[in-house]
């Protein structure tokens, strides 16, 4: 098979890594989608970044990865559960989750020693997560699939639930940063109860506005196990 010449504007951009597993054995490697050349080790996928020039390059550690990556959809479910995961430990919370997810619910979270009419209050959360530019005047513009829009409204469920969307960078290699005094989880996530939400006649998704204000962090989990204790949805 003979190469084809390769310039800036014919790597197109995010890079995505899930089309790299070929990239092994002799297969066409491909990047977005299209074949570019034949490459036998990962090792060519940085030389090809470098020739191009590239700011966004995968490092030398990284080449065992590039080869052997998971499916970028796939990296955003596992990445925002363990980024809201980590939120919830810190805010003292037990997580729970249902082996079939058939009802909207991603995570489960359980206080305990709450003072108000439910001493071990649960909240459910709807998990999302997009590098996607949906953010215009103040909101996040998510177009959620109608059968979760339909699962998270109304008022007829035991435990409150609520959406909640992390924006990550398009480019993979900038989700974690890694510093000498810390480790950091790029972007941010956003909430929004969708309890009072009208009903859509929408056939396939429903966009929702999620407010810039109502960030995710651990006072906000707490805030809602304590509304969830007093019998109540924020």
């Known amino acids: 098979m003979g190469s084809i010449p390769i310039t800036r504007s014919t790597v197109k951009k995010p890079f995505l890594i899930s089309n790299l597993q070929g990239a092994r054995g002799g297969k066409s490697l491909h990047l977005a989608g299209t074949p570019l050349l034949h490459v036998s080790e990962a090792r060519q996928v940085r030389t090809l970044f470098l020739q191009v020039g590239l700011n966004t390059l995968p490092s030398a550690h990284e080449e065992r990865w590039l080869a052997m990556g998971m499916d970028t959809s796939k990296q955003k479910e596992q990445f925002q559960y363990a980024y809201v995961a980590a939120l919830a430990a810190h805010a003292g919370l037990n997580r729970g989750d249902f082996s079939v997810d058939n009802d909207s619910v991603d995570v489960t979270f359980q206080g305990r020693g709450y003072r108000g009419q439910i001493r071990n209050p649960q909240i459910q959360l709807q998990l999302k997560c997009t590098s996607r530019r949906l953010v215009s005047g103040g909101v996040i513009k998510f177009p959620l699939p109608k059968k ?19 924006m990550v960078p398009e480019e993979v ?20 109860s969708l309890r009072e939400a009208p009903a859509s006649t929408n056939a396939d998704s429903v966009t929702v506005d999620i407010p810039l204000s109502q960030r995710l962090t651990t006072d906000a989990l707490r805030d809602m196990m304590t509304a969830a204790s007093d019998g109540r949805s924020m």
């Open 173 to 192: 290699g900038q989700w974690v940063m890694h510093h000498d005094d810390c480790v950091a989880l790029h972007n941010l996530c956003f909430w929004v």
């Open 148 to 166: 979760n829009y339909d699962d998270l409204r109304g008022d007829n469920v035991v435990v409150p639930r609520y959406l909640a969307v992390l």
